[in-house]
């Protein structure tokens, strides 16, 4: 539900405001209510001096630890986050709906493999084990229960992780299970095996990218014939790179084969949508700035192929209309007041989203 908290109107005059391709000439943006108006009675008036004003971004892959979160995210100008797996409930519901700061969405406990790292060390509840494909209604109904937004899948390659991993037929049962509950459904996937084994599920959205191999043309083709979006994490894999000592280019692994995954994935019309893995948990191998690294993740888009425009809109409508949140991500009357005004033209230069003048969420000011 937005809030439309009741405050003065006001005007941000003299901005040029994204639309999803480019600028527009310096104009005015009104809001009213926690919404973008059509017209302004009376109020204050914020001169923009030129600036850009954007929507708000959306991180469609963060954890949360703290209510502080929110402040963080907010700063940086995130004013949506999207959860990928928290717990407890109470914390998550502790961070919903909180008046002027960052919105969140949460598919709470994720669906893992027994002995996975999921239960082992992120303590999630043993109900979200599943054992095989009849556990799959049940794991649902306990989302459902649970009060998620969407749904969650370990992927782990079996190969590797053993009994741990999820079977394919395990995961294809839990994407049907989602879907005819009405969830989307996000899987966990970070290595070819893995990438493979959610492809033929026909998830929603994969997150992350392989960092030893990359995605393949085969593959590549099969998600834009069933419609399935990449959460790439770039961030979270240049980390895990420099960690562990892999190289930025040439042979071998490292982020140069992610960001060419992605560059063959936005060539070919696969959907592509601004995610960080943003965390503070201890036992990950590398853990993004609450935030900031939002910034970092768009830079490293733009590093693999993708056009300023198209990095900003990975982050406001595009993601917005894949999640069906179709009150933000766009600047248009009747919208959710999520704004950042900031220096510079980051169409062009998408590292002056860095140059923050201002943060409203819902019409709050909270930079």
Known sequence: ????????????????????????EPRMVVVADGLISSELSSGNVIDGAGGTLLPGFIDAHVHLDSPDNLTAFATWGVT??????????????????????????SALSPASGPGGLQTTMNTFAPSTVLF?????????????????????IIIEDPADKGDAALGADTIAAIVTAAHAAGFLTIAHASSDAAVQLGIDAGVDFLTHVPLRSPVTAGQIATMVDKGIAIIPTLSMMEGIGAKFGMPTG????????????????????????????????PFVPFSPKLGES????LELLVGAGLTPAEALRSATELVADSFALHDRGRIA??????????DGDPTSDISATRAIRGVWITGNRVR
Not at 5 to 23: C, H, K, S, W
Not at 84 to 95: K, Y
Not at 254 to 278: K, N
Not at 294 to 297: A, D, Q, S
């Open 1 to 24: 539900m937005t809030d439309t908290t009741q405050q003065e109107p006001f005007a941000i005059t003299n901005v040029r405001v994204f639309d999803g391709a480019g600028l527009s």
């Open 250 to 281: 040439g042979p071998g692994p490292g982020i140069h084969v992610a960001q060419a995954s992605v560059r063959a994935m936005r060539e070919a019309g696969v959907p592509i949508l601004a995610g960080t893995d943003a965390n503070n948990a």
């Open 80 to 105: 949506t986050g999207l959860d990928m797996g928290t717990n407890p409930r109470s914390l998550v519901d502790s961070m919903r709906n909180v008046a002027g700061l960052t919105d969140i969405r």
């Open 333 to 342: 009357a009747g919208l959710r007041a999520d704004l950042i005004l900031v």
């Open 132 to 152: 095989g494909p009849d556990d799959a209604e049940a794991f649902i109904a306990d989302r459902v229960a649970e009060g998620c937004d969407f749904v969650k």
């Open 294 to 297: 939002l910034h970092g993740e």
